[in-house]
């Protein structure tokens, strides 16, 4: 692990180092909002491949780190990207995101998907990776970026993105037995992708389970905490060491059960206070969060006052400053930088350790 000082703030402070200031990310901090990207989108207008093509998504994943310094470089990718690799093919549609062509709806299509393996099936990851290291250094940390086992199913059962994500819940309430065995095959694939990241040069891993808050307490416990435990548990045997993030989103019901899953931080979304959120976590769980990202649409003033009323109910340990879910596409860029630079001021300001 080395000397802890040389180690970049993001990870000392995901190992629960007390450090001088939150560190500070973005999610989805590559993206629409940024001039640099859609310029690039234009020259490269799928998504696989900005994301699939080593140098074009080492660029993009590049382009805030060089224009904010950010704490944290999270590998441009989207949860689906392994999906291939299992037999299940998909492609993502600009503005409307993953489309799987033949949705999993029997036992027998269940039966047919394979083992993950990322070395022949996402050759791209390591370079990616590699490279994001070299490029930043200690100076940042380098993420990795996986999606749930609930999540991934719900886009291969419902082929979409779904408001109410009927066809999945009508396998979970109608055909469980189905459903487990897809989940179970989904989070020893990610649990595989997770590792592979980490051999890769990922410091730290963010699991999204976007979807998970769309089922009741009782289905978060069948469905989602049972398999988002199995990935980490798997990882944790081989990498003890690499924390380990949590996403949920509409996480507000299930904060406390995010926390047994064995995640070492649990992001919060912005319809928790973070007070509220830490004495329901208790004081031994970190945190990330969770500014509205609406918020980056007010004055600076307003920026500023938000960011030290979440960064003092966060308190001096085991908080990473972020929004609660990604930055919106037409956030002014220079917000985004205002957001950046008062993060990285914090210490000098009294708040922060």
């Known amino acids: 692990m080395g ?24 999610m989805r901090q590559a993206g629409r909002y940024m001039k640099a990207y859609r310029d690039l989108r234009e020259k490269y207008p799928s998504f696989r491949d900005r994301s699939e093509i080593p140098e074009v998504a080492i660029e993009v994943s590049l382009q805030p ?8 470089v999270i590998l441009f990718s989207d949860i689906v990207t392994p999906l291939p690799g299992l037999g299940i093919e998909m492609d993502i549609a600009e503005g409307k995101g993953p ?39 200690n100076q940042s940390t380098v993420l990795g970026f996986v999606g749930a086992p609930w999540t991934l199913a719900a886009y291969a059962v ?28 989904l989070a020893d694939a990610i649990a595989v992708y997770t590792r ?25 416990d069948t469905f989602a905490l049972p398999y988002q435990k199995r990935v980490f548990q798997q990882v944790k045997q081989t990498h003890p060491d690499t924390p380990l993030i949590l996403l949920v989103s509409g996480s507000a019901g299930v904060l406390e059960r995010m926390a047994q899953s064995g995640a070492d ?19 031994h769980v970190k945190v990330q969060g969770n500014l509205d990202p609406g918020v980056l649409f ?27 879910h990604g930055v919106l596409p037409e956030t002014p860029e220079e917000n985004v930088a205002f957001f950046f630079e008062t993060a990285k001021q914090l210490d000098a300001a009294g708040v922060g350790r």
């Open 99 to 137: 489309i799987i062509h033949s949705p999993l709806r029997t036992q027998e299509q269940i039966d047919r998907l394979r083992p993950l393996e990322p070395e022949a099936d996402l050759p791209f990851i390591k370079t990616i990776l590699q490279a994001l290291r070299q490029e930043v250094g």
């Open 298 to 324: 007010g004055s600076k003033e307003f920026i500023r006052d938000r960011i030290l009323d979440t960064v003092r109910k966060a308190g001096n340990w085991g908080h990473i400053l972020n929004l609660g």
């Open 196 to 220: 592979y990241q980490i051999d890769c040069g990922a410091q730290v891993v963010q699991m999204f389970d976007s979807w998970a808050g769309q089922l009741s307490p009782q289905d978060y």
């Open 265 to 283: 931080i649990v992001t919060v979304d912005w319809a928790v206070d973070m007070a509220d959120a830490r004495a329901r976590l208790g004081k």
């Open 3 to 26: 000397v802890s000082l040389t180690a970049p703030h993001l990870l000392r402070a995901a190992r629960g180092e007390v450090v001088d200031r939150p560190p500070v990310w973005m």
């Open 65 to 72: 780190w060089r224009a904010f310094r950010p704490d944290g």
């Open 158 to 185: 419902e082929g979409k993105g779904s408001k109410t994500y009927s066809i999945i819940k009508n396998m979970a309430f109608s055909d469980p037995t189905t459903l487990h065995q897809l989940l179970t095959k």
